[in-house]
């Protein structure tokens, strides 16, 4: 028997960064889905961590068990270490292959394996999170789990302690059996029956992995969401990309984008976490709270915003500058008067007076009050006062003309001085 994959990884419609990391390995026949959490990027480099560890163990021949405590050891060492990564943890659902007909899947955390089988969708895994306990102790019915609040705290991750509790399940598969390994931004987001029509209608492993991505997505894709979708095929004829596991043929990652797709990308501060959550006492102990719901839309609300408002700001900025950096010079009632501004005004920036001076029209000459009608235009405002005061001396020297001619044709010839009033 031979066994196909296609495999998926998307950020989603909200977050900003991936911290699932989906792992195909061709030669190593291993299929993991990681889901990492802790700010400032450290999901990402738990989710990664744990399946590079995991990829070496595995490659080094130890059983998935062990290779998946080998990951919470690389994890956990590496939050020790780094100051920024701390409190960092991660999911981790992987396969391994072990002959045609079986494989061994190795569980931590909120991330899940399903089998379908006979048209029908088996969950293999037990989720480790607070609502799953609760709905096996009987406290919460399936449907309640699937609403509550705190659905995304899990009890159970890589990277927390110095030791993990591995679940591991042997699973026997027919020809025709597919498995579904995916992170929880799946299962929160498209309801089992909504998988089970994805995986029942859509043959090819690698689009059966894109159509149920793109329906969390269309959900509203409020986590980051990765699929595996593995096929147990029987040893027809290979057709297409399929690959033969039993003569060790390497495996086909039909999307090598989504192979260990721990994207670099900016992982977001995550204040609303676990230490906000209010939990009964004997509630088994909460590791996360998945940064979902209100709190966190309104966070990512206000990061969006808040570009938004730095590039309005900066246009308004660049707006009023503009606007506001030149100076002209024209008549304005009746006086010749200095704006600061341009005529007209740009985008809502009227030009203001800057300076009016008692120069009226007739005291400018034809070409001056030509040049004021017209708006005359300074780029700065020493050169406007520059030639306000030739306008001024023109007119001084202008009115002095005047007043000798007038003054010195009668010609009297002891002409009083002119009375200036000093006092009483
Ligand atoms: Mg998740």
């Not at 990391?21 to 989710?47: I, K, T």
């Not at 950096?325 to 920036?349: E, H, I, M, Q, Y």
Request: proline share 6%; glycine share 8%; charged share 25%.
């Amino acid at each position: 028997m031979r066994l196909l994959v296609g495999s998926a990884s998307d950020v989603g419609r909200v977050r900003e960064g991936n911290e699932d990391a989906v792992r195909v390995d061709e030669r190593l026949h291993l299929f993991a889905v990681a889901d990492g959490m802790g700010g400032h990027r450290a999901g990402e480099v738990a989710s990664a961590t744990a399946l590079e560890a995991l990829r070496a163990a595995v490659a080094a021949g130890r059983p998935i068990s062990e290779a998946i405590e080998s990951a919470n050891t690389a994890v956990f060492a590496k939050a020790h270490d780094d100051e920024n990564l701390r409190g960092m943890g991660t999911t981790l659902t992987a396969a391994v292959a072990t002959d045609g007909n079986s494989i061994v899947i190795g569980h931590v955390g909120d991330s899940r394996a399903y089998r379908f089988h006979d048209d029908e969708l088996e969950q293999i895994t037990e989720d480790h999170s607070l609502v799953e306990e609760l709905v096996r102790e009987g406290r919460l019915t399936p449907e309640q789990a699937v609403v509550h609040p705190q659905r995304s705290i899990i009890t159970r991750a890589l990277g927390v302690d110095e030791s993990v509790l591995v679940d591991v399940y042997p699973v026997d598969l027919d020809p025709g059996d597919r498995v579904l390994i995916c992170s929880d931004g799946l299962t929160t987001m498209v309801r089992e029956v909504d998988i089970a029509r994805i995986l029942r209608r859509e043959h090819d492993p690698q689009r059966a992995a894109n159509m149920l991505v793109d329906a969390a997505n269309a959900a509203g894709g409020e986590d980051n969401v990765s699929a595996v979708v593995l096929e147990a095929a029987s040893d027809d004829p290979p057709r297409g990309e399929r690959a033969d596991l039993t003569t060790a043929t390497p495996l086909v990652p039909t999307t090598p984008a989504a192979v260990d797709s721990a994207e670099a990308s900016e992982a977001e501060p995550q204040a609303d976490r676990a230490s906000d959550a209010v939990i009964d006492e004997d509630l088994p102990r909460p590791i996360r709270l998945a940064p979902r719901g209100t709190t966190r839309r309104l966070f990512r609300f206000l990061v969006w915003l808040l570009p938004v408002a730095i590039v309005v700001g900066v246009a308004v900025g660049a707006v009023a500058w503009y606007a506001r950096k030149a100076f002209f010079v024209t008549f304005d009632a009746g006086r010749v008067t200095l704006f600061r501004g341009r005529p007209g005004g740009v985008l809502g920036f009227e030009p203001t007076v800057e300076r009016r001076t008692p120069l009226r029209v007739s005291d400018l000459t034809e070409a001056d009050q030509a040049d004021v009608r017209g708006k005359k235009k300074f780029t700065d405002k020493t050169r406007a006062l520059e030639y306000l005061s030739a306008l001024q001396r023109k007119a001084d020297e202008r009115r002095a003309v005047a007043a000798t001619t007038t003054t010195t044709s009668p010609a009297p010839p002891a002409a009083p001085p002119p009375s200036t009033p000093i006092g009483p």
